[in-house]
């Protein structure tokens, strides 16, 4: 039986102590769950106000001794500065990422101070290494951007705000600086500018100068398109594709940009420079390429061309025969045969070559074949088209040579990545050079990637510009009297370089541009250049107005070779065939022995001997952007006129501390000094030795 409770009599209510204790312990958890929420409130609140209000906009990420790279979170972009952030040297932005809004930038390789590393999820992974440069002044900083996935395109912009950037490659209007260039995003490899007139020129390096005393090399197995936006920013692309090519570069800073480009620009080539043969330094070339349906033809006014050059006291120089010539001449139907039957077939056939065997001249041949020669179809029939660019057949063992467009004629291209092939081109080469008794020989013809050209992917072996560097190999085997019209990676070999042709006006794209493209060819090392024929090639008219022809002249009688195509006795009058011989004389008398002289720098130091004023002046703002004058060494400055109808002009002396004689009138100037309207007649130029 259960007990019972007694009933309490109390007026007071019965209350226990675990119900008591039950409900305080509610009460205290309603209020510490209060006091969380609102904790949890107030952090989010700050976390929101640290990221977006108090966060600073820009993170040291890497600092090395002198430089250091920025994050700059609103401008997505890396930002190169001075440890003291008194100056930036180069703004590179990155915001091709669709989800670039990164508060702060975290660096996933924490444990070392020398690495950054960072991944934008499903992206890209970035990663920067501070590396030492090639000399104690010099810091360096590799990047590597890698897609994630294949959709990816990478591209980084380098901004020319404050910024004067040089380099790259030649154009068909070549500028001084590039700020002033505009050029669609394409593959940066050489083109045929005939072709492709808004592509890349002859002369093309993956390097740009800063006159920050910054550069950008690209390793030059590392494929990239290049845009320039002219005055905003030029931008290294790196498309995207199912092989997820990597953007890699490295950015190094040094003192001034003059010791940027000592430091680094003039040390591209890592192997022995060689100097060609500077005999043709002296020889004005005069271009003969006349018409002529017969060798016989083509004999008789080669002598006859060259007589009159000999009555007009002209005749100490270089006939330059163009390929159609070469082929007259050379009376190459037999070139076909093998050596032995050739050798027979030479001896029955062979033209007396008397005529011309006193005559100093250079021909010009090409890594082309017309298809309706007898070289091409005895090629076929000895089963050797592989000699040619080919693509292999899906139904058949034997490769289909690639059909392509020279001169007119469809053609063939020689298949420099077969050894037989290459052996064979330059036996047939060297014969027909020994034969003719010819000075120099020209390739031309090995710009343009004829399976790109036609939208097919080349083969590994033949991507980007690798025909042209193989080429360009084949020719200097021959030796040190070798000219060819393109080259990339090359300038430590022996080679001249033929330079675009121009047009016969004062644009960039003819008399204007001639500065800017020396000056560009010698910065990437190609100091040992042809420039095009006085007057230009690109003609609309059949003679050069007599003004033009003059200042062309007088411009390049300060370079590495006159050039000419229209003799001065056709286009001009008897005064302007005298001014001719004299500064053709000039050229041989004070400007060879000027190259000579500085090409020894050149094979020292890889110093270019054509310089812009910037190289005596690093630190003067007013030197990055002068495109019509230059220095030879650091002796003499040309300050021609390149204006149609200009009979004076400004002229600026660099290197402050050193001083100028004015060659014509014996006046000395301070360096850093700007001379106003200074007075040209049609037959001076301008010229200035330093003097101290």
Not at 553 to 574: A, E, G, H, N
Request: overall charge negative; some cysteine.
């Amino acid at each position: 039986m259960p007990h019972a409770r007694p009933r309490n009599q109390s007026p007071i209510p019965e209350v226990t102590w675990d119900s008591g204790l039950k409900e305080m312990n509610e009460t205290w958890k309603g209020a510490i769950a209060c006091l969380g929420v609102a904790v949890f409130f107030v952090m989010t609140i700050g976390i929101i106000y640290w990221q977006v209000v108090d966060q600073p906009n820009k993170n040291w990420i890497l600092r090395g001794s002198t430089s250091g790279l920025i994050w700059e979170r609103r401008s997505h972009s890396l930002v190169l500065q001075t440890l003291s952030e008194e100056k930036t040297l180069v703004e590179i932005n990155v915001g091709n990422f669709p989800d670039m809004e990164q508060p702060f930038v975290k660096n996933l390789c924490w444990l070392n101070k020398t690495e950054f590393c960072y991944t934008w999820d499903a992206t890209a992974d970035l990663e920067i290494s501070l590396e030492p440069g090639p000399s104690a002044g010099t810091e360096c900083y590799r990047i590597n951007w890698t897609p994630l996935h294949c959709k990816i395109t990478l591209k980084d912009c380098f901004s020319m705000t404050n910024v004067s950037w040089y380099g790259g490659a030649s154009i068909r209007a070549q500028r001084w600086p590039l700020n002033n260039v505009n050029t669609k995003s394409q593959p940066f490899v050489i083109s045929n500018l005939t072709k492709n007139p808004t592509g890349y020129g002859s002369v093309l390096e993956k390097y740009f100068l800063g006159s920050t005393g910054v550069t950008v090399t690209v390793a030059p197995d590392v494929p990239i398109s290049l845009s320039v936006e002219s005055n905003r920013h030029f931008c290294l692309e790196s498309p995207s594709s199912i092989a997820m090519v990597p953007l890699q570069y490295m950015v190094c800073i040094s003192q001034n940009i003059t010791s940027a480009h000592q430091e680094v620009g003039s040390q591209l080539s890592e192997q022995e420079r060689r100097l060609p043969n500077t005999d043709i330094l002296g020889l004005p070339i005069w271009r003969h390429y006349k018409a002529a349906d017969s060798a016989g033809k083509m004999e008789r006014g080669l002598r006859s061309f060259f007589n009159r050059l000999k009555r007009h006291h002209l005749g100490d120089g270089l006939i330059a025969l163009n390929e159609h010539s070469t082929m007259l001449l050379s009376n190459a139907d037999h070139m076909h045969l093998p050596m032995a039957s050739r050798k027979m077939h030479a001896l029955r056939h062979t033209r007396d070559l008397s005529l011309i065997k006193p005559l100093k001249f250079s021909i010009t041949l090409s890594p082309y074949t017309s298809i309706n020669s007898q070289l091409f179809l005895m090629s076929l029939q000895e089963g050797k088209e592989n000699y040619w660019l080919s693509l292999q057949s899906k139904f058949d063992s034997h490769p289909t040579p690639l059909l392509t467009k020279w001169k007119g004629q469809f053609s063939v291209r020689l298949n420099v990545t077969n050894d037989a092939a290459r052996s064979w081109y330059m036996d047939r080469v060297s014969l027909l050079w020994q034969r003719l008794g010819a000075q120099y020989v020209t390739f031309e013809g090995a710009e343009g990637n004829t399976f790109a050209e036609q939208a097919i992917q080349p083969p590994r072996e033949l991507e980007g510009d690798k025909y042209i560097g193989i080429f360009a190999l084949m020719a200097a085997t021959l030796g040190n009297s070798t000219i060819i019209s393109a080259v990339t990676r090359s300038n430590h070999l022996p080679l001249f370089i033929q330079m675009t042709p121009l047009q016969s006006d004062w644009s960039y794209a003819g008399l204007k541009g001639i500065i800017p493209s020396v000056l560009h060819y010698s910065l990437l090392g190609y100091n040992f250049f042809i420039p095009d024929a006085v007057g230009g090639t690109l003609a609309n008219e059949f003679l050069t107005e007599e003004e033009l022809y003059i200042r062309w002249l007088q411009i390049v009688t300060f370079l590495p070779v006159m050039s000419f195509s229209t003799p001065p006795w056709v286009c001009c009058d008897d005064w302007v065939l005298n001014l001719t011989r004299q500064y053709i004389q000039r050229h041989q008398d004070f400007v060879v022995p000027l190259i000579v002289k500085f090409s020894k720098e050149w094979l020292s130091w890889g110093y270019p001997i054509f310089r812009p004023l910037w190289w005596l002046s690093p630190n003067d703002p007013v030197t990055f952007t002068i495109d019509d004058e230059f220095l030879i060494g650091d002796e003499v400055l040309i300050a021609p006129i390149t204006e149609q109808g200009q009979v004076q002009r400004d002229i600026y002396l660099p290197g402050e501390g050193h001083t100028w004689m004015d060659t014509n009138t014996a006046q000395v100037f301070d360096g850093g000094t700007l001379i106003r309207n200074y007075s040209v007649s049609l037959v001076e130029v301008p010229v200035f030795v330093k003097a101290s």
